[in-house]
C-alpha cells in the first residue's frame, strides 16, 4: 500500500546565505537551516530573487544509491556543511510512478530511487538511511 503524491510537493524553507559558480551553467546555492547547524551545498534547480541572508521556500530533490530499512538513529543529513553524501530519515509517502519517496530528513525532500528499487518496497513510517547520488537540486519557489 502506498500514499499518493501530494498535488503541491513538500516545501523546505532554508536561507540563502550564498551564491555559488561552479563548473555547470545553472551554478549552486548555499543554504542553512534555520534553527540548526546544517549548511549544504545544492544545485539550483531554478533562479531565485530572494536576497542573501533571507528564506527562501523550494523543494529539495536528489537521487539515493540504495535505500536500506534501519530501525535505530534519527534524521540526519552528512555531512552537516556541504554536498548531501549520507542521509537518513522516515519515509512519508511513495511515488510508484516517479519510482521515488518523500522522505523527512532534516528537510523533506523527494528521492528517487535506483533502478533496482522499487518505491513500493517502502511504505509511509519506514526509516530508511542511504548514500545520495551527487547533484541534490534545490528548486526555489519563492
Not at 27 to 44: H, K, N, T
Amino acid at each position: 500500500m502506498h500514499t499518493a503524491p501530494n498535488a503541491t510537493p513538500a516545501l523546505s524553507t532554508l536561507r540563502l546565505e550564498e551564491i555559488l559558480r561552479d563548473a555547470t551553467a545553472r551554478g549552486s546555492l548555499r543554504l542553512s537551516i534555520p534553527g540548526s547547524e546544517y549548511v549544504l551545498d545544492l544545485a539550483a534547480g531554478g533562479p531565485t530573487s530572494v536576497a542573501l541572508g533571507k528564506r527562501v521556500t523550494g523543494v529539495v530533490s536528489g537521487r539515493a544509491l540504495k535505500l536500506h530499512r534501519t530501525h535505530a538513529g534519527g534524521e540526519f543529513i552528512e555531512p552537516v556543511e556541504g554536498h548531501p553524501r549520507i542521509v537518513q530519515g522516515r519515509v512519508r509517502e511513495t511515488d510508484p510512478a516517479g519510482n521515488r519517496i518523500l522522505l523527512q530528513a532534516v528537510v523533506p525532500m523527494w528521492i528517487t530511487l535506483g533502478a533496482d528499487q522499487r518505491a513500493q518496497e517502502f511504505h509511509a513510517g519506514d526509516m530508511v538511511n542511504f548514500y545520495m547520488e551527487s547533484g541534490v537540486v534545490f528548486t526555489p519557489q519563492s
